[in-house]
């Protein structure tokens, strides 16, 4: 079964850095791009970035650059997206996903159930 | 970056009604948008990538159209597992964004 999961919730204080997890399974891993996308409570979707799990190569959104750190270790299928300097508004649920990568389209076909990382004092 | 405005932001249907949800994006993307439905504490779900081709396992009452800058999502008699938030999502251009999202309610 084709399934992307995620580490479990966690609390962070401001100005910690935080490690979120997602491991691929039924799938090669290194054939996809995995994206990372937050959510705010009620809020919509955040594009963070992404990371060719072959190559180890990023890309990021100008907001996170600098901030933001996409990582994988290809021998468990794992990616990981550290975040640092946390402030309150880094309170949001974060989520890993699967680029298509089909016939020329790159929408994101498989989710993990998502992160919660809250960030309080 | 490309600005993406979905309308309305909430949609009240009766079950069995039709619903049309509405993408605008501030440059073309020719057809490299995709929808997703999202339910409380879950995931967002891929429906519909290239504008109109439904992804596995959506049903076939869920239609994409559109090119350029404008886009539909048609839902054609709406079942009661179809109340959630719809999301528009471009990746024509850099960064990735999405519409804010349209909650399609029960009536």
């Known amino acids: 079964q084709v399934q992307l999961v995620q580490s479990g919730a966690e609390v962070k204080k401001p100005g910690a850095s935080v490690k979120v997890s997602c491991k691929a399974a039924?799938?090669?891993?290194?054939?996809?791009?995995i994206h990372w996308v937050r959510q705010a409570p009620g809020q919509g979707l955040e594009w963070m970035g992404r990371?060719?799990?072959?190559?180890?190569?990023?890309d990021y959104a100008q907001k996170f650059q600098g901030r933001a750190t996409m990582t994988r270790d290809t021998s468990i299928s794992t990616a990981y997206m550290e975040l640092s300097s946390l402030r309150s508004d880094d309170t949001v649920v974060y989520y890993c996903?699967?680029?298509?990568?089909?016939?020329?389209?790159?929408?994101?076909?498989?989710w993990g159930q998502g992160t919660m990382v809250t960030v309080s004092s | 970056e490309i600005v993406i405005t979905q309308s309305p932001a909430t949609l009240s249907v009766s079950l069995g009604e039709r619903a049309t949800l509405s993408c605008r994006t501030s440059?073309?993307?020719?057809?490299?948008l995709a929808w997703y439905q999202q339910k409380p504490g879950q995931a967002p779900r891929l429906f519909i990538y290239g504008a109109s081709t439904r992804a596995t396992d959506i049903p076939a009452r869920f239609s994409g159209s559109g090119s350029g800058t404008e886009f539909t999502l048609t839902i054609s008699s709406l079942q009661s597992e179809d109340f959630a938030v719809y999301y528009c999502?471009?990746?024509?251009?850099?960064?990735?964004?999405f519409g804010q999202g349209t909650k399609v309610e029960i009536k």
């Open positions: 990371i060719n799990p072959n190559s180890g190569g990023t």
């Open positions: 440059q073309s993307i020719s057809s490299n």
């Open positions: 999502q471009q990746y024509n251009d850099w960064p990735r964004t």
């Open positions: 039924g799938y090669t891993f290194t054939g996809k791009y």
């Open positions: 996903a699967r680029e298509m990568a089909s016939t020329g389209h790159h929408a994101f076909d498989i």
